[in-house]
């Protein structure tokens, strides 16, 4: 199946320094790409839908300026956590394709923050 | 809006024990439905889908069939393996949503020797 891959897997930061996450999908293009948080023991909760070309489309409770997502090309989707803070500390995974009807959605593997 | 309810885990089954993880979604439209598995510390693995009623899902032993008169996707195993121990996401995907994947939960399943 198709590959999607996350850099880095882990990060370490200080509070108040900000985090780039990149996702690329390796085998296939991606006009859509999606930003998802999982806390621990918990669902996925989508953050925001990245559009290549055009600005992502953020959910209900997510500030955009704190979580900047650049769809730069159709492999690579980029998500900034700016400034962040113990509480940004979280799994964050992106996932591309699944734009249309029946069609699977590619996970990457994840990225773990954790914020001291 | 849509949403999915999962059984509530964990689930603790001995090995070769028959599984069942029950699934019932919420939608508007006419959703596709899928199951996916995460195994510890990595990234969610699509395990089946369904797009239609009627249809049956099935991938490394594991089966779910779309059940549209009783809005279901209970996830099935005839004998489940210790290796088989991961979190399980039932998820729907509804076009009126703009395809975006709503996720259930999750269901914990250890699996014991």
């Known amino acids: 199946g198709a590959v999607v891959s996350q850099h880095p897997s882990w990060v370490i930061c200080k509070s108040g320094t900000s985090v780039k996450i990149e996702c690329r999908s390796l085998d296939f293009q991606a006009t859509t790409m999606f930003w998802y948080r999982q806390f621990p023991k918990q669902s996925l909760m989508l953050m925001a839908t990245s559009n290549e070309g055009s600005k992502a489309t953020y959910e209900q409770g997510v500030e955009k300026d704190k979580f900047l997502i650049n769809h730069a090309s159709l492999t690579l989707s980029t998500l900034t956590v700016t400034s962040a803070h113990p509480e940004d500390s979280s799994f964050y995974i992106c996932?591309?394709?699944?734009?249309?009807?029946?069609?699977?959605?590619?996970f990457g593997p994840g990225t773990r923050l954790l914020v001291l | 809006g849509d949403s999915v309810t999962q059984m509530e885990g964990p689930v603790t089954l001995s090995e070769e024990a028959f599984l069942t993880i029950n699934c019932t979604y919420t939608a508007t439209g006419y959703p596709s439905l899928f199951w996916y598995v995460q195994y510890p510390g990595e990234g969610l693995q699509l395990l089946l889908k369904a797009t239609k009623a009627d249809d049956k899902g099935s991938n490394k032993g594991f089966e779910a069939t779309y059940r549209k008169e009783t809005t279901s996707f209970h996830l099935e195993k005839g004998s489940v393996q210790v290796s088989d121990s991961a979190v399980y996401f039932c998820?729907?995907?509804?076009?009126?949503?703009?395809?975006?994947?709503?996720f259930g939960a999750g269901t914990r399943l250890f699996v014991k020797a």
């Open positions: 996932s591309a394709g699944g734009s249309r009807r029946g069609e699977t959605q590619y």
């Open positions: 998820a729907l995907s509804d076009g009126t949503g703009g395809f975006k994947t709503i």
